[in-house]
């Protein structure tokens, strides 16, 4: 399938029955350094950013894409060489990242070979360990609007 130039970034959360928000974040598999982030991945063809975080949530940590996903105002932009080089010819240099979130209702996730471990962390936790600035604004933005609605 062809590459749709722009990626997307996934954040899973739970709320528990005291009203506690936690969010899963997950190592790399293909690396030794503590790398962790929220799922992330490309579109594919003529995907919408929304079904690309769909089908990266359910490749990566078998989220079913019929669960409760929220768009966020978010958007970064990734260096394309970090992603997957000159694949779009010289003139695209970076990709716009979409960013989500997705309610989770269980406890339990399924891994893909991608990640090695995923941890349910609050807020501080996560921010605390993300390797990237741009996972960590998501990551306030879905906090924010989350605690906002539980109000």
């Known amino acids: 399938m062809p590459r749709a130039p722009f990626q997307i970034l996934v ?3 739970r709320i528990t029955l005291d009203d506690i928000i936690l969010y899963a974040v997950f190592k790399r598999a293909d690396t030794d350094n503590d790398l962790w982030q929220a799922i992330a991945g490309g579109g594919e063809d003529d995907e919408t950013p929304l079904k690309a975080a769909k089908r ?12 409760e996903f929220i768009q966020l105002d978010s958007c970064n932009t990734v260096p394309v060489m970090e992603v997957c080089g000159a694949l779009w010819g010289d003139d695209i240099l970076v990709l716009p ?3 989500f979130g997705v309610r989770v209702t269980g406890e339990g996730l399924r891994l893909s070979r991608e990640h090695g471990e995923y941890r349910w962390l609050s807020y501080d936790e996560a921010r605390a360990v993300l390797r990237w600035d741009s996972n960590r604004n998501a990551l306030w933005e879905l906090d924010y609007r989350l605690k906002k609605n539980l109000g």
């Open 11 to 13: 954040f899973p959360y």
């Open 56 to 67: 990266e949530a359910r490749e990566e940590a078998g989220i079913p894409e019929d669960s």
């Open 97 to 99: 990242e979409y960013c």
